[in-house]
């Protein structure tokens, strides 16, 4: 039940990610951050590394793009 629970987090957290970014919402990629973080905490490396992995991620790209969000910069701007 609890890697159920996991994945139900990290499928609430792509959403948020997803209309974050579509709507330029950073509190939305606050939730998803909240989201992704909840689910790692049952998808850890020892017990589902593949998922651990993607999680790891998505979490990562969600904070980068929330730094971005803040920053005033964009994802071009970003990649030089």
Do not use: C
């Amino acid at each position: 039940v609890p890697l159920d629970w996991a994945a139900t987090q990290f499928s609430f957290a792509n959403a948020l990610a997803h209309f974050g970014d579509r709507n330029g919402s950073t509190k939305l990629l606050d939730q998803a951050i909240i989201r992704y973080e909840a689910a790692l905490s049952e998808w850890t490396h020892e017990r589902v590394p593949s998922h651990w992995m993607i999680a790891q991620g998505r979490l990562e790209y969600t904070r980068q793009l929330r730094q971005l969000r803040t920053s005033g910069r964009t994802l071009v701007d970003w990649t030089y």
